[in-house]
């Protein structure tokens, strides 16, 4: 699976937009960038994940650049509820998720 | 909402002993997985489940671990034999299909703690 590099850490003010972003830049065509969350030590929680296209759930935004090579996760108004460790994960084999080291982000009040 | 849940929240054991770790994943799921997490470190595949069958399994599954459908329901992670090495959070998590578009979708852990 591709390697995938993160900021460290990230800050962001409660309700603004909060903009995670993640370089993949040996992602091949058949790769999908998954995105998931760790709040303290429960367990990862998946929220969106795309191959191309941009994507948008109830949780975020996921815009892929056109060659692939980045993306960026968009939480459109963060709440404290956010804080969490932000995961991008590019995976292409169909059983494991290998995850990084992620994007702590943390939301202000 | 389904999710995956796991059994029980907190196990404390002396080292050499057996552990079973349980799992109940989402139901109509096909694959099951098993990761753990040490304290600070990070989230580690250790295997997948598919069909009464380890699909894949990572390096750090050993001899020492198993794993087992025993019903229609319940997926386990057995540790033989503990060590203080195996202290960790272990995730269950289970997708509907094995493709690389399926999501895993985790439980919220066992923290497995070895004196």
């Known amino acids: 699976d591709a390697k995938t590099t993160q900021p460290t850490s990230m800050d962001c003010a409660e309700g603004r937009a909060a903009n995670l972003p993640c370089n993949h830049s040996?992602?091949?065509?058949?790769?999908?960038v998954y995105w998931y969350r760790q709040i303290h030590s429960q367990g990862p929680q998946y929220i969106i994940h795309?191959?191309?296209n941009n994507e948008t759930n109830e949780m975020a935004s996921l815009i892929i650049t056109e060659d692939r090579k980045s993306s960026t996760l968009i939480l459109p108004h963060a709440t404290l509820r956010d804080t969490a460790v932000y995961y991008c994960?590019?995976?292409?084999?169909?059983?494991?998720?290998?995850f990084g080291e992620g994007t702590q982000l943390t939301v202000n009040p | 909402e389904p999710e995956v849940t796991q059994t029980p929240s907190h196990q404390v054991t002396q080292m050499g002993q057996e552990v079973i770790l349980r799992c109940v994943p989402i139901?109509?799921?096909?694959?099951f997985y098993w990761y753990r997490q040490i304290l600070g470190q990070k989230v580690e595949f250790l295997v997948s489940?598919?069909?009464?069958?380890?699909?894949?399994k990572s390096e750090i599954f050993d001899d020492q671990f198993s794993v087992e459908r025993p019903d229609g329901s319940n997926f386990t992670l057995k540790i033989r034999s503990t060590k203080l090495e195996d202290s960790a959070m272990y995730f269950c998590?289970?997708?509907?299909?094995?493709?690389?578009?399926?999501?895993?979708?985790f439980g919220p852990g066992t923290r497995l703690l070895v004196l």
């Open positions: 998590a289970s997708s509907p299909d094995r493709g690389s578009q399926e999501t895993q979708y």
């Open positions: 489940f598919y069909n009464n069958e380890i699909s894949e």
């Open positions: 040996t992602i091949s065509g058949n790769e999908y």
């Open positions: 795309g191959l191309k």
């Open positions: 139901s109509n799921h096909l694959y």
């Open positions: 994960i590019v995976r292409t084999s169909g059983s494991r998720l290998t």
